[in-house]
């Protein structure tokens, strides 16, 4: 069966240093290295999320409760929406990158899209075009965009696992919720969750 790996937002501003940094986040980018190095072969593809905004409405806030708003992060066209330096390696084996977020919080990497030929392709459909029926997802945060991209994953179908030992998470609380859901949805998980 085609596996695929799915890169969720491994962008400056969710590691150490950045405007919405997640302890243990530029761990996470090494990490995420290795891992495709190793096994790059393993998959019939290897793609990438961004977070991308450009006027997300209350996704931003200059009060943020750090659950449902933010601060301003990964501007289009800014450093803090770059992938992390630590993540190169990686990003060296990727096909294709999905951007999500222009006017909406788009915590999943299935509501972005990829430019193919001048022509908008979201991630199920790019996946499905390559035969892909198994994906792993890894990346950042563990509690909110690789929650939110590992249930659509399962629910388009896909059989989903979610490779914790490189993510990290923002709270404790929204991690529980989280590894609850995937279960729930019958999202395979292994590992531990890295914390910074
Ligand atoms: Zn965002």
């Known amino acids: 069966m085609s596996r695929a790996l799915i890169l969720v937002d491994v962008q400056n501003d969710f590691c150490e240093g950045g405007s919405l940094a997640v302890p243990g986040g530029a761990e996470v980018a ?107 997802v890894v990346g950042i945060a563990t509690d909110h965009c690789v929650r939110a991209t590992a249930l659509d994953a399962a629910k388009d179908g896909f059989q989903t696992t979610v490779l914790l030992h490189l993510t990290a998470a923002v709270a404790p609380q929204t991690t529980e919720r989280a590894l609850r859901d995937l279960r729930e949805a019958q999202v395979r998980t292994t590992g531990e969750v890295v914390s910074g």
């Open 30 to 136: 090494r990490r995420i290295s290795e891992h495709v190095t190793a096994h790059h072969q393993e998959y019939a593809a290897i793609v990438a999320t961004a977070d991308w905004h450009e006027a997300p409405g209350a996704h931003f806030s200059d009060h943020p409760d750090f659950v449902e708003s933010w601060p301003a992060h990964c501007r289009v066209g800014s450093d803090g929406a770059l992938f992390h330096p630590a993540a190169q390696r990686a990003l060296h084996h990727v096909q294709a990158v999905f951007r999500k977020g222009h006017h909406s919080a788009a915590y999943s990497g299935f509501e972005g899209f990829t430019v193919d030929a001048d022509r908008r392709v979201g991630l199920a459909e790019w996946l499905r075009d390559r035969v892909v029926e198994q994906v792993d």
